[in-house]
């Protein structure tokens, strides 16, 4: 089995290249933020050798070879397809040998649409605004933007047959509250000017309410301003940034 954990700008090319070590009995897991992935992988391996895991860690590259992870972690992993169960329980069981805390669900595709309602309210707006969450959520305006922003994706989720409860709602604004002090991903790969997960975590959803002719103006506008300022920040030196 292999994992899958580079950004999601980097799938489709991390999979041409591991392409030629897989075996015919190769199972591959995502662990990556937003709910395209899954996609992207089933197209070119199939279903049937997907897994899918949502990552609750706050980790980072210290330095080579030294990732930190800071506070708790949980890893919710399930199977896509009824015939992979039994290999989605060996990854679990290695998982906790391991000493990581991991669990089985078995609605795993509603529960990574659960965490992106965190991340695509979250990190893109982040970047727009330059906030940390604690400044979205103090601020009336961002915050109001921020609420109009969930409204649209659970109305996309709903198209993707996605049952979302006012409590999963709220959960998103409760578990905001407890990161204040968090810089989004998104927003430090900005300022390391490093490719952002934009469309995993913002276009996807905007072009999938678009296909089902679903109006999601505030994503909309926050996708293509995010396009843009990518477009430059990564076209700038170093300078431009201090
Ligand atoms: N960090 C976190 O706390 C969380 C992250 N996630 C999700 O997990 C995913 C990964 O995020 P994160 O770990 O932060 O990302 P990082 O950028 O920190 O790590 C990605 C790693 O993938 C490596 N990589 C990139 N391209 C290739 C390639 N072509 N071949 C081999 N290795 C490659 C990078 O190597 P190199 O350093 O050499 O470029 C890097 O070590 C994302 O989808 C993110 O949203 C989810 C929950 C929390
Ligand atoms: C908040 C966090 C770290 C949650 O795991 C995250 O997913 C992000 O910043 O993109």
């Avoid at 992993?77 to 990854?91: A, P, R, W, Y």
């Avoid at 103090?138 to 709903?158: F, G, H, N, P, S």
């Amino acid at each position: 089995m292999l994992i899958i954990t580079v950004k999601s700008t980097e799938t489709v090319e991390v999979c041409q290249q591991i392409k030629r070590y897989l075996t015919k009995n190769t199972y591959l897991l995502s662990l990556q933020n937003g709910v395209i992935n899954e996609e992207i992988l089933s197209e070119m391996f199939g279903r049937e050798w997907i897994l899918s895991g949502v990552a609750y860690v706050t980790a980072r590259v210290e330095e080579p070879g030294k990732v930190e992870q800071s506070g708790k972690h949980m890893f919710i992993i399930g199977n896509l397809t009824s015939v992979q169960k039994e290999m989605t329980d060996q990854v679990i069981r290695l998982f906790q040998e391991a000493g990581i805390q991991s669990k089985y669900s078995s609605e795993i595709t509603k529960k990574k649409w659960e965490k992106s309602l965190w991340n695509v309210t979250f990190n893109p707006l982040s970047v727009v605004s330059s906030a940390s969450v604690g400044e979205i959520l103090d601020d009336q305006k961002l915050r109001r933007t921020a609420e109009l922003v969930l409204k649209e994706i659970v109305e996309v989720a709903k198209h993707h047959k996605i049952e979302i409860t006012k409590e999963m709602e709220s959960r998103v604004f409760k578990n905001a509250e407890s990161a204040k002090h968090h810089t989004t991903s998104m927003l430090q790969d900005y300022k390391n000017k490093k490719p952002m997960e934009i469309e995993a975590l913002c276009g996807y959803f905007v072009k999938s309410g678009e296909k089902i002719g679903l109006n999601v103006p505030v994503l909309k506008t926050i996708y293509s301003i995010l396009l843009f300022i990518d477009h430059s920040n990564r076209s700038q030196p170093d300078s431009y940034l201090n």
